[in-house]
């Protein structure tokens, strides 16, 4: 497939001039008389503000059918451009990039013609400067590039933004980056601070652009609600393979602190806009190839934005349509009569077209059809028509329906339509519809149980038209009555035909896509809390898997998750009080006093029973506590390799009593092991998009696993490849390194395991931490063997270094913090400013000097006097002050442990109960209070007085896990149904 000409990285306008577009016709098949005649007449616009000047076209020349890249240094043009550079656009070029990195003097220029090719490569070849004559054709072609403002100076600007450099600063030194302009309008980030000149690395992995009529750093920042300059930095950042949790710690002020799923709602975005260009790009040139292709239509595919425009304007040109009723009637040649309808609308006269023999001609009646039809069409593609309907709708009351579809009863169970009665008579506007309505509407219409139409007022078509009289396809001159109720008849078909239908598609979309992404986002966020609880250390724990027929499975696992014994009761069949005395001697023998409880079948009475012991004091002298944890995923992850490998030789029903069990001890590194999607804490997840939801789910994997670190020396390989950077190869990799040459004693020695490169050493290295007392007590038994040994500072692979720096094979106290080892020289000089030594980290005395020097100077003195920004001397401050082993899931909620339970039938209305977050969705929260059913608090019970004001929330929404105070609103015992209002966070 062949490619796009190149463009020159300049800024670029709004939309693509008159000679981009015919640059572009040039490069194509010869188009038919049509297609000539649609760059004829455009409508009456406003005159653009400013207009790049006309250059003279080149000759056209035959395509190359393969051309090699040539990069050559040339001699100074002029004072502004310098060593200029000429590459070759790739085939695939394809996905829209920004590129911030300045790379002094380089210029990107359009392809030059094949001679002009030849003779650069027979210079390269030779290696001696450029002729005259060569020079000259340069000069010419550089005449099409906008000089760029400053001489020497100036960033390489984007070739896909227009107002990027109004929101940047200029760049002080080659390697530094700043934004230091307020942003254009307010947003939901501008409580931060802007962000700091940083050092940055080159970016040797640029993407190749595709040039669009639209800025991708004003649409992103416009769907996003973030400024201009943040969303630049991101599109960078992404665009050298940072990870999630990297640029969230690592690099917060490019991001103006910016939390993750915000940082993900815009990658999402990002990905969608540049998805939306490829399909741009292929759908170019596939009309191009068909011979099809115009100056109009070239320009209207640039416009779209979404794929709902781009359908709606290159429908007609597919492959094997039948053509519209417009092609038909250009095809009778009635193109003409429509232009002069609107140009010069005197000189029209229909009757001129009549052809008694020809269909669609026959009549005068046919004629003003065929003109109809053709003025329908330029009126639904034209972009400023369709803005100003578009502005139109969002001020209007739009109403989205659904009612019972008309169906045969045999299709469709009744059990299923009466799942949909809210929604069988059901209207409301969309500015107002809830996201969770908007997936159950859509899951009753692929259901055929539903039929879903979107109402416009009426108001909005006569303004409509009103407005395209009036001003935008006014005719020029005097028209005579016949002859405007042809165009209203155009505008009214327009509008019922062409216009409403792409409008209804695009709400549609939009709604679905919104209700998506926060269904996602809930997901992610149940996920989040339950993967960040608060782990049970240092207990002996029983994990019981309930059943009835074949009984209850019994594990009992160490405080070091070990499996100590495995066991099977049978509570329900006759046999508990038997039973009884062998579980009293478990818990006993291994000095076990809490029991954890699968929520599955049985759940219920296998809770009864152990409370009802527990009441009678059974397990004296014991002072035993049970708790009630999900087992959702349990059984899928006990007949998995994983858990193959982990207990070989074990029974599944077992494995799924331990799981249970290390979910309290660990959660996160229990959870980890199943497939988000299985833990059972989202909502509609099976009507998503199923590639949304698990690169949302697993992000927000690695994000949890990252941030709470794991212990290299100790984690499994499940765990370690959920770190950013990580794979499971390079995982595997690691785990293999450790098996073969013993522990790691710092962090360096990860550049010696196969396949982690320095692009993923950075990524991982601040979440991997270095356990110092247990790597002192391997280095003092291994000190004739840790003596005078190196670690390369390069990854020996393909390209060694010449002249590798060896590191000295020793601890690094610094390992066992957040601290990165980008950040050494700063935390170090930082420990000479506070007078304070490596080996005080963690302990009080150094949290007193920290806080000394902070009294004294403050942070914002202390990072500049460092030559660092404030987001990173807080990192490290951090990293000192915390303990070794710190984890900050014990700021989260610990399981709630119980002595006794509470039955349905004894709920008051008006009881005050507390009790835990089970599950949260769009419609409510689910909250188990101990009855063995789950209230609902219906999300409008949940404000934001009653949120805990000490956790940072990003919206009203609790989590999984988080303990509440409640209060019963009704209780509803056929349907066991219970309403609560939330009355605080505990």
Same mark, same amino acid.
């Given at each position: 497939m062949s490619s796009l000409p190149r463009r020159a990285k300049v800024k670029v306008q709004t939309e693509v001039s008159k000679d981009e577009c015919s640059f572009f016709s040039e490069s194509s098949s010869a188009s038919d008389e049509d297609d000539k005649e649609d760059s004829v007449w455009e409508p009456q616009n406003k005159v653009p503000k400013s207009r790049k000047p006309r250059v003279p076209k080149e000759p056209k020349v035959p395509k190359p059918k393969k051309v090699p890249r040539v990069k050559k240094h040339t001699p100074k043009i002029g004072d502004d451009v310098e060593d200029v550079v000429v590459k070759e656009e790739l085939n695939n070029s394809v996905a829209i990039d920004v590129d911030l990195q300045d790379r002094k003097n380089e210029l990107n220029i359009v392809k030059t013609p094949k001679t002009l090719q030849k003779k650069r490569k027979n210079s390269a070849q030779s290696g001696t400067n450029i002729t005259q004559k060569s020079k000259k054709q340069k000069v010419e072609e550089t005449s099409r590039v906008t000089n760029l403002e400053g001489?020497?100076?100036?960033?390489?600007?984007?070739?896909?933004?227009?107002?990027?450099?109004?929101?940047?600063?200029?760049?002080?030194?080659?390697?530094?980056?700043?934004?230091?302009?307020?942003?254009?309008?307010?947003?939901?980030?501008?409580?931060?601070?802007?962000?700091?000149?940083?050092?940055?690395?080159?970016?040797a992995n640029s993407k190749e652009e595709v040039q669009m009529n639209w800025d991708i750093v004003q649409v992103l920042s416009e769907r996003t609600n973030i400024e201009l300059w943040v969303c630049a930095n991101i599109i960078r950042l992404f665009n050298d393979e940072n990870?999630?949790?990297?640029?969230?710690?690592?690099?917060?002020?490019?991001?103006?602190?910016?939390?993750?799923?915000?940082?993900?709602?815009?990658?999402?975005?990002?990905?969608?806009? @540049?998805?939306?260009?490829?399909?741009?790009?292929?759908?170019?040139?596939?009309?191009?190839?068909?011979?099809?292709?115009?100056?109009?239509?070239?320009?209207?595919?640039?416009?779209?934005?979404?794929?709902?425009?781009?359908?709606?304007?290159?429908?007609?040109?597919?492959?094997?349509?039948?053509?519209t009723k417009a092609q038909r009637a250009k095809q009778l040649g009635l193109e003409g009569a429509a232009r002069t309808l609107l140009e010069n609308p005197g000189a029209l006269n229909l009757l001129s077209y009549l052809k008694p023999n020809v269909k669609g001609l026959s009549t005068l009646l046919e004629i003003e059809t065929g003109v109809q039809?053709?003025?329908?069409?330029?009126?639904?593609?034209?972009?400023?028509?369709?803005?100003?309907?578009?502005?139109?709708?969002?001020?209007?009351?739009?109403?989205?329906?659904?009612?019972?579809?008309?169906?045969?009863?045999?299709?469709?169970?009744?059990?299923?339509?009466?799942?949909?009665?809210?929604?069988?008579?059901?209207?409301?506007?969309? @500015?107002?519809?809830?996201?969770?309505?908007?997936?159950?509407?859509?899951?009753?219409?692929?259901?055929?149980?539903?039929?879903?139409?979107?109402?416009?007022?009426?108001?909005?078509?006569?303004?409509?038209?009103?407005?395209?009289?009036?001003?935008?396809?006014?005719?020029?001159?005097?028209?005579?009555?016949?002859?405007?109720?042809?165009?209203?008849?155009?505008?009214?078909?327009?509008?019922?035909?062409?216009?409403?239908?792409?409008?209804?598609?695009?709400?549609?979309?939009?709604?679905?896509?919104?209700?998506?992404?926060?269904?996602?986002?809930m997901f992610g966020r149940n996920l989040r809390q339950l993967l960040l609880t608060s782990p049970v250390r240092g207990r002996t724990l029983m994990g019981v898997d309930p059943g009835y027929k074949h009984g209850c499975k019994l594990?009992?696992?160490?405080?070091?998750?070990?499996?100590?014994?495995?066991?099977?009761?049978?509570?329900?069949?006759?046999?508990?009080?038997?039973?009884?005395?062998?579980?009293?001697?478990?818990?006993?023998?291994?000095?076990?006093?809490?029991?954890?409880?699968g929520n599955g079948t049985a759940c219920r009475e296998t809770e009864a029973y152990f409370a009802d012991l527990i009441m009678k004091n059974y397990f004296a002298p014991l002072d035993v506590v049970y708790c009630i944890v999900s087992e959702a995923g349990a059984s899928i992850y006990s007949v998995s390799p994983e858990a193959n490998k982990e207990m070989p030789g074990l029974d599944p029903n077992l494995r799924s009593a331990v799981s249970i069990a290390r979910r309290v001890q660990d959660p996160l590194a229990e959870l980890v092991k199943i497939e988000p999607k299985h833990i059972g804490v989202g909502m509609y997840q099976h009507d998503v998009s199923q590639i949304l939801l698990k690169a949302t789910l697993d992000s927000i994997v690695e994000e949890c696993v990252s941030f709470v670190g794991v212990d290299i020396n100790?984690?499994?390989?499940?765990?370690?490849?959920?770190?950013?950077?990580?794979?499971?190869?390079?995982?595997?990799?690691?785990?293999?390194?450790?098996?073969?040459?013993?522990?790691f004693i710092n962090r360096e020695q990860l550049k010696k395991v196969k396949g982690l490169g320095p692009k993923s050493f950075q990524q991982c290295a601040g979440f991997i931490r270095i356990n110092q007392d247990y790597i002192q007590t391997f280095c003092s038994q291994h000190t004739d063997s840790s003596a005078d040994v190196g670690v390369t500072n390069e990854k020996q692979g393909k390209k060694k270094s010449k002249t590798p720096v060896n590191v000295v094979l020793k601890p690094n106290p610094l390992d066992q913090t957040c601290i990165h080892p980008e950040s050494y020289d700063i935390a170090v000089r930082f420990l000479s400013a506070i007078g304070g030594t490596l080996h005080e980290i963690g302990k009080p005395e150094m949290q007193q000097k920290i806080n000394s020097l902070l009294e004294k100077d403050g942070i914002q003195k202390i990072a500049e006097g460092m030559q660092t920004t404030v987001p990173t001397l807080q990192v490290i401050i951090d990293g000192l002050s915390q303990p070794e082993s710190y984890d900050f899931r014990t700021d989260f909620d610990q399981p709630d442990f119980k002595r006794s339970i509470v039955c349905l039938e004894d709920l008051q209305v008006g009881a005050v109960l507390t009790g835990k977050v089970q599950n949260a969705t769009l419609f409510g929260i689910f909250v188990d209070i101990g009855v063995g059913k789950a209230g609902l608090i219906p999300i409008r019970n949940v404000t934001e007085a009653k949120l805990s004001k000490?956790?940072?929330?990003?919206?009203?929404?609790?989590?999984?896990?988080?303990?509440?105070?409640?209060?019963?609103?009704?209780?509803?015992?056929?349907?066991?149904?219970?309403?609560?209002?939330?009355?605080?966070?505990?």
């Open positions: 001489e020497n100076s100036s960033p390489e600007t984007p070739s896909t933004s227009t107002l990027w450099e109004g929101a940047c600063k200029k760049e002080k030194n080659e390697e530094d980056f700043t934004f230091g302009q307020s942003p254009l309008k307010k947003m939901k980030t501008t409580t931060c601070p802007q962000g700091q000149p940083v050092k940055f690395p080159a970016n990870t999630i949790p990297f640029i969230v710690r690592y690099r917060k002020e490019l991001i103006n602190n910016l939390d993750a799923d915000s940082l993900r709602e815009v990658q999402q975005t990002l990905e969608d806009l @540049r998805a939306v260009a490829k399909k741009v790009h292929s759908t170019i040139q596939k009309i191009k190839k068909d011979g099809k292709m115009s100056e109009c239509l070239f320009k209207a595919l640039l416009n779209c934005k979404t794929f709902e425009e781009l359908e709606h304007v290159s429908a007609p040109y597919k492959t094997g349509s039948k053509g039809h053709i003025l329908a069409d330029m009126i639904a593609k034209d972009k400023d028509t369709l803005d100003f309907i578009r502005t139109l709708c969002q001020n209007r009351p739009i109403c989205i329906q659904s009612s019972l579809a008309k169906m045969s009863s045999t299709k469709v169970n009744e059990k299923d339509v009466d799942k949909f009665q809210l929604y069988q008579n059901f209207s409301c506007y969309i @500015r107002n519809i809830h996201h969770h309505q908007i997936l159950a509407i859509n899951r009753g219409e692929n259901l055929k149980i539903l039929t879903v139409k979107i109402n416009f007022p009426d108001q909005v078509k006569n303004e409509f038209c009103r407005w395209c009289i009036q001003n935008r396809w006014r005719p020029r001159g005097f028209a005579r009555p016949e002859l405007m109720k042809v165009l209203h008849n155009s505008l009214d078909d327009s509008f019922k035909r062409l216009i409403y239908p792409l409008l209804c598609r695009e709400f549609r979309a939009k709604l679905t896509s919104d209700a998506e992404k926060e269904s996602v986002m594990a009992i696992i160490s405080p070091t998750s070990q499996i100590l014994h495995t066991d099977v009761v049978y509570l329900h069949s006759g046999q508990g009080f038997r039973e009884a005395e062998k579980i009293k001697k478990l818990l006993l023998n291994f000095n076990c006093s809490t029991v954890v409880i100790i984690c499994s390989e499940v765990l370690l490849r959920h770190i950013a950077g990580l794979n499971a190869n390079r995982a595997k990799n690691i785990i293999e390194w450790r098996e073969k040459n013993g522990p000490t956790k940072k929330r990003r919206s009203l929404g609790l989590g999984p896990g988080e303990r509440v105070e409640v209060r019963v609103v009704q209780v509803d015992l056929p349907r066991s149904r219970i309403t609560l209002d939330l009355i605080r966070v505990l």
